[in-house]
């Protein structure tokens, strides 16, 4: 059905869009404001186990680097997926490039562990044992922050 | 500083609102499309180098705590162990062992001791992150963070069953 927008004297009638436009710019700033662009490190396939004590940090960590282990026992790091017996030649690259990179210390790195709450611990542990073979000190065990239920 | 739409001759001039429009809506559909609900996440930072790579004397610190974590053949949680005590399935009664056992009563504080924890193999990570979390502290009625202990380490694994 056509909207006829002329009166019968012929005369244009204009529509007020000043409402809808400033509900459209709020909206915008809305999602502006809450957009993420951080989420190329979180992976769909990873549901973090809950911590009521999983505070974000407050300063940004030092040289992170994410792995990602999912319940097969498969590791995540960035678009590769490895097997848990091919990490330590990823980590090893990451190591030689940051050992290349100046003013960059490679044992500060952080190893940011983002490991599927229902993953096998004994292959965290095995992740976490490659990656100390490799030189890497420094772990943070991701958790998704929620009230627990303990 | 107002702009006046009306020009010399005393004509309204007005403006292309059209192409404005056709763009906003564009970049609305754009982040809705793009919007995405994602739970805060936060860290347990743990500095665990090689226990090879550990040189020098051996440190005279007190031996650390042992919390074991057993786990059933489908990777649930089993029992806890804290020393001799068993637990149960209960972390909140681990966190008050570990409180009574660093004495925390006069005032939340952070303690110099160390936990290990010694998880069965096939135990579900949530478990393990339940253990750390119970461990190292607790939020206190007005909403504060209590520290209790962070040193954390893990024993060496367990060989698969």
Same mark, same amino acid.
Request: hydrophobic fraction near 40%.
């Given at each position: 059905?056509?909207?006829? !927008?002329?009166?019968?004297?012929?005369? %244009?009638?204009? =529509? $007020?869009?000043?409402?809808?436009?400033?509900?459209?710019?709020?909206?915008?700033?809305?999602?502006?404001?809450?957009?993420?662009?951080?989420?190329?490190? #979180?992976?769909?396939?990873?549901?973090?186990?809950?911590?009521?004590?999983?505070?974000?940090?407050?300063?940004?960590?030092?040289?992170?680097?994410?792995?990602?282990?999912?319940?097969?026992?498969?590791?995540?790091?960035?678009?590769?997926?490895?097997?848990?017996?091919?990490?330590?030649?990823?980590?090893?690259?990451? !190591?030689?490039?940051?050992?290349?990179?100046? $003013?960059?210390? %490679?044992?500060?790195?952080?190893?940011?562990?983002?490991?599927?709450? $229902?993953? !096998?611990?004994?292959?965290?542990?095995?992740?976490?044992?490659?990656? #100390?073979?490799? =030189?890497?000190?420094? %772990?943070?065990?991701?958790?998704?922050?929620? #009230?627990?239920?303990? | 500083?107002?702009?006046?739409?009306? /020009? *010399?001759?005393? @004509?309204?001039? +007005?403006?292309?609102?059209?192409?404005?429009?056709?763009?906003?809506?564009?970049?609305?559909?754009?982040?809705?499309?793009?919007? *995405?609900?994602?739970?805060?996440?936060?860290?347990?930072?743990?500095?665990?180098?090689? &226990?090879?790579?550990?040189?020098?004397?051996?440190?005279?610190?007190?031996?650390?705590?042992?919390?074991?974590?057993?786990? &059933?053949?489908?990777?649930?949680?089993?029992?806890?162990?804290?020393?001799?005590?068993?637990?149960?399935? @209960?972390?909140?009664?681990?966190?008050?062992?570990?409180?009574?056992?660093?004495? @925390?009563?006069?005032?939340?504080?952070?303690? @110099?001791? +160390?936990?290990?924890?010694?998880?069965?193999? /096939?135990?579900?990570?949530?478990?393990?992150?339940? &253990?750390?979390? &119970?461990?190292?502290?607790?939020?206190?009625?007005?909403?504060?963070?209590? *520290?209790?202990? +962070?040193?954390? *380490?893990?024993?060496?694994?367990?060989? +698969?069953?």
């Amino acid at each position: 059905m056509r909207v006829t !927008k002329r009166a019968k004297g012929a005369a %244009f009638i204009e =529509g $007020d869009m000043t409402p809808m436009i400033d509900m459209t710019f709020q909206l915008i700033a809305f999602f502006m404001v809450l957009i993420n662009f951080s989420e190329a490190d #979180q992976n769909q396939r990873i549901r973090l186990p809950s911590s009521e004590l999983a505070k974000p940090p407050d300063a940004p960590v030092v040289s992170p680097i994410t792995l990602q282990l999912t319940t097969a026992g498969t590791v995540i790091t960035g678009v590769d997926e490895v097997p848990l017996a091919g990490v330590k030649p990823l980590l090893t690259r990451e !190591k030689q490039l940051l050992e290349a990179t100046p $003013d960059t210390d %490679f044992t500060q790195a952080t190893i940011i562990i983002r490991a599927d709450r $229902d993953a !096998k611990t004994g292959r965290v542990q095995e992740l976490i044992r490659a990656c #100390q073979e490799v =030189g890497f000190v420094n %772990f943070a065990l991701r958790a998704k922050q929620e #009230q627990s239920n303990w | 500083m107002r702009v006046r739409n009306v /020009n *010399k001759s005393g @004509d309204k001039i +007005e403006l292309q609102m059209t192409p404005m429009i056709d763009i906003v809506f564009q970049l609305l559909v754009f982040f809705i499309m793009t919007f *995405k609900i994602v739970a805060p996440e936060g860290d347990f930072s743990i500095k665990m180098p090689l &226990a090879s790579q550990s040189t020098g004397p051996p440190p005279v610190d007190l031996p650390p705590v042992t919390v074991r974590l057993r786990a &059933a053949a489908n990777g649930e949680l089993s029992t806890i162990q804290f020393g001799q005590a068993a637990l149960g399935r @209960d972390f909140g009664l681990l966190r008050e062992q570990i409180r009574q056992m660093i004495g @925390d009563q006069a005032g939340p504080g952070g303690s @110099d001791m +160390e936990v290990e924890l010694d998880c069965d193999y /096939n135990l579900n990570y949530q478990y393990v992150i339940g &253990a750390v979390t &119970a461990v190292s502290g607790y939020i206190t009625p007005d909403g504060h963070l209590a *520290k209790l202990i +962070e040193k954390i *380490k893990f024993a060496p694994p367990r060989p +698969e069953p």
